[in-house]
C-alpha cells in the first residue's frame, strides 16, 4: 500500500474509534441517568429483574468495549505503525 492510502485509512480508523468513545460515553451517562425510569418498565414489557438488567448492561457495554477497541482502535494503530515505515 502506499503511504497516502496507510494514512488515510489509519485517520478513518482514529476518527471511527472518537466517534465509538463518544457514543459510548453517551450510552453511559443516558443509562445512568434514566436507570429508574426504564428499569420498572423493562421489568414490565420483557420479565427481567433487575438483575438480569444489570447483567445485559454490563455485557452490552463489554462488547462495545471490545469493538471499539479491536475492530478500530487496534487497526488504527497497527497502520500508524506501518505510516512510520514507508
Known amino acids: 500500500?502506499?503511504?497516502?492510502?496507510?494514512?488515510?485509512?489509519?485517520?478513518?480508523?482514529?476518527?471511527?474509534?472518537?466517534?465509538?468513545?463518544?457514543?459510548?460515553?453517551?450510552?453511559?451517562?443516558?443509562?445512568?441517568?434514566?436507570?429508574h425510569a426504564y428499569s420498572p418498565w423493562l421489568s414490565e414489557q420483557f420479565k427481567v429483574d433487575e438483575k438480569e438488567l444489570g447483567a445485559l448492561t454490563l455485557n452490552f457495554f463489554g462488547n462495545v468495549r471490545i469493538v471499539i477497541v479491536f475492530f478500530f482502535l487496534v487497526p488504527a494503530l497497527a497502520l500508524h505503525w506501518s505510516a512510520k515505515k514507508a
Open 1 to 35: 500500500m502506499e503511504r497516502e492510502k496507510i494514512i488515510f485509512f489509519r485517520n478513518l480508523f482514529l476518527r471511527a474509534f472518537a466517534v465509538g468513545v463518544l457514543f459510548a460515553l453517551f450510552y453511559w451517562i443516558v443509562t445512568l441517568a434514566l436507570w
